[in-house]
């Protein structure tokens, strides 16, 4: 074995031990939710951004702070609300005297998009306008202001909260935003035994800390580890055929052109690669394998498949569609290329 591949494996081993770490300090605040976990650090992994969806009382804030909790980077909440303009997210110029000269200079205050992670909390209760704020954060990791650009620091995630349920006041993402967004995460209620754990250990005087368990460096040499995990040209060819089949032009799956109106684009095929890779990475396999492409499909296609009003009125939703397309595609395969 060549000593480039000793230190290679040596790398994804401290890698796996440091995300089971990760996971476990979440654990002392998040009680079940493993697969919502899992996929919150495929984002991380991967470098993108996370849309997490669920009814009020799930813990969406409060796994999305523990995460932050446990990893050395700067962290800051913002609270979306109708009147939030995008001078609060990025910044503003405030008139200043430089008392060196005498004269007034303007000089850019910096808004608390300038972080590390940024909680996006209810995204969907402020204006497109401010939405919109975000877009160029999320693309190009830089804000533009006065015709100046700053450049924001790495790693940069943002992760959003949306409430699926209570619509009054609120303003759905427009879909180049939600296109951003490297994968569309659902929280579903806990199970009757999770439910009574969460009940135990919420209500009584116990406090739980958290160790800080990854830094900036090692979050970037692990994205870096991700993008070296092997993906063979026929899972390419096969992500490649999973997005166009979403697309009702050029798709031969019957439930596409009955109920959708516009597919995904090829954002969506590099971002189920690069969250596949991710996956395959925290279980140890330097080989992306059909299992984690069908696995990483479902929060990645989410939010990049418009439905007609046909779908809405027979309560079709997006991953019908995408199950419906794994299995023509993936049926019959074998798990391992």
Request: proline content about 4%; cysteine-free; hydrophobic content about 40%.
């Amino acid at each position: 074995m060549s000593a480039q591949v000793q230190v290679k494996e040596q790398s994804v081993n401290e890698l796996i031990a440091r995300l089971q770490s990760l996971k476990k300090e979440i654990r002392k605040v998040i009680v079940g939710q493993e697969e919502t976990v899992d996929q919150l650090v495929t984002a991380f992994l991967a470098g993108g951004h996370a849309l997490l969806e669920g009814v009020p009382g799930l813990a969406k804030t409060l796994m999305i702070r523990t995460l932050a909790e446990a990893v050395h980077l700067k962290f800051r909440r913002i609270q979306f609300t109708p009147d939030l303009m995008p001078s609060d997210i990025i910044g503003t110029e405030v008139l200043e005297e430089d008392h060196t000269t005498g004269k007034r200079v303007f000089r850019f205050n910096k808004g608390p998009i300038f972080a590390n992670i940024i909680l996006a909390d209810e995204i969907n209760r402020t204006s497109p306008k401010t939405q919109s704020a975000l877009l160029e954060a999320m693309q190009e990791f830089e804000v533009t202001y006065g015709g100046m650009t700053y450049p924001l620091d790495r790693p940069f995630f943002i992760l959003a909260t949306q409430n699926p349920i209570e619509q009054a006041g609120t303003f759905p993402l427009p879909e180049a935003q939600l296109d951003r967004f490297l994968m569309y995460i659902r929280i579903g209620y806990p199970t009757a035994q999770e439910e009574q754990t969460i009940l135990e250990s919420t209500t009584g005087r116990q406090s739980t800390s958290i160790d800080k368990i990854i830094d900036g460096q090692q979050i970037r040499e692990a994205q870096q580890l991700v993008r070296e995990v092997h993906i063979s040209q026929d899972l390419v060819r096969i992500v490649s055929e999973v997005v166009r089949s979403t697309r009702p032009a050029t798709s031969a799956v019957k439930i596409v052109k009955d109920f959708v109106r516009w597919g995904a684009g090829p954002r969506a095929g590099q971002a189920m690669i690069l969250t596949a890779k991710a996956r395959a990475l925290q279980h140890g396999n330097l080989a992306v394998t059909r299992e984690d492409i069908s696995h990483v499909a479902y929060p990645v296609l989410r939010h990049r498949i418009l439905l007609n009003f046909r779908a809405e009125a027979e309560s079709v939703e997006s991953d019908h569609i995408t199950r419906e397309i794994l299995q023509q595609l993936l049926s019959g395969s074998r798990t391992n290329v």
